[in-house]
């Protein structure tokens, strides 16, 4: 019985330790965020030290490590510096960044090519230095991951996926489902634009679509996060209440199973008025017959659909149309006795 619930214990500590690197994915993800992650492991991990550097000169060894982040030498600040004996040798971080500093360092630190060492998020042919991708890392680290931290390492490579966009595909694709991502996105003009006694709403629409992230969600990822969807504009007809906010509505295909939901975020000009009345109410708010109850996370309130399973099942296209339809409007009519409240 003690082993098991030792078990249940260490998976227990693997999912919160988890749960820390996937919040801190939301909030840590330029470069140097990257590279202080990565240099916190290096001084918390010994073996991940070890590897780390072994990904990136294979064939050296080396004694008494003491690898430093952002070493200023001249007009130059590599991301790592280290010295093995009397060897100099550096680590380069970037994730999009395409500005390169492979002169710049080897004459302003006087070292060879090949202890220079080059990490991106896309394909870089540079010949006699050592590049490397942060998803060649992380296909590396997985296969290096000692039993004993296995947590930690773990709770770092969902880091680093989330960070850097590393789709690892895990089952075989099936062009069929393909096309339905196209059909809600277009679908949802229709879903969204309503005009009720309770309110009107409209999709947003605007020439500089980098505004909206491409059809996906503002604060929370691109069409390539596994985020589709659109903004629309909302003007609630009570008295008292915000006439005009931001919401989206969308779905998250990442997941085996997609969601589909609507979310109202924090930030100033879009959904904040929404937002702060939603926030203030969130434990009195019921589910509804189309929706889950709603919650908080990531900045912003949620609604999911609660009606996947009758969706999928439906043989024709007008009457899903009509099923998200009816979602949508439901949300924003508890929205509306929320806020008139």
């Not at 990257?34 to 080396?62: G, N």
């Not at 915000?242 to 979310?263: A, D, L, N, R």
């Not at 203030?280 to 912003?300: F, M, N, S, T, V």
């Not at 996947?308 to 007008?318: A, G, L, R, Y």
Request: one cysteine or more; glycine letters at 6%.
């Amino acid at each position: 019985m003690s082993n098991l619930r030792n078990m249940k214990r260490n998976d227990l500590q693997a999912l919160e330790i988890k749960e820390f690197f996937l919040n801190i994915s939301q909030r840590m993800r330029n470069e140097n965020d990257l590279s202080d992650i990565t240099w916190a492991m290096t001084q918390t991990s010994d073996k991940f030290l070890t590897e780390f550097l072994r990904f990136f000169f294979p064939k050296d060894e080396f004694d008494e490590i003491e690898l430093i982040r952002e070493y200023a030498q001249g007009n130059n600040r590599p991301d790592f510096y280290f010295k093995s004996g009397k060897d100099v040798y550096l680590i380069e971080c970037k994730i999009w960044d395409d500005h390169q500093h492979f002169d710049d360092y080897i004459k302003e630190f006087g070292i060879p090519h090949k202890r220079l060492g080059y990490i991106t998020n896309y394909t870089l042919n540079k010949p006699g230095f050592t590049v490397k991708t942060w998803t060649e890392l992380y296909k590396y680290l997985k296969k290096q991951i000692p039993p004993e931290e296995a947590p930690l390492w773990n709770g770092y490579l969902v880091y680093l996926q989330k960070v850097c966009n590393i789709y690892i595909p895990t089952k075989p694709m099936n062009t069929k489902g393909m096309y339905s991502l196209y059909e809600f996105y277009n679908c949802l003009d229709s879903v969204i634009s309503q005009d009720t006694s309770i309110f009107s709403s409209r999709t947003y629409e605007k020439n500089d679509m980098q505004e909206t992230n491409y059809g996906g969600n503002r604060k929370h990822g691109k069409p390539n996060n596994g985020l589709m969807g659109k903004y629309f504009q909302i003007d609630f007809k009570g008295k008292g209440m915000p006439k005009t906010s931001w919401g989206w509505m969308g779905v998250y295909f990442h997941k085996e199973q997609p969601e589909i939901c609507i979310g109202f975020s924090n930030e100033d000009g879009w959904g904040l008025p929404v937002y702060k009345k939603l926030k203030q109410a969130l434990k009195h708010i019921c589910k509804g017959i189309r929706y889950e109850d709603p919650y908080e996370e990531e900045g912003a309130i949620w609604f999911d659909f609660a009606s996947t399973d009758e969706f999928d099942i439906m043989k024709k296209p007008e009457l899903q149309i009509e099923l998200l339809s009816s979602f949508f409007s439901e949300v924003m009519e508890n929205i509306a006795k929320c806020l008139s409240n």
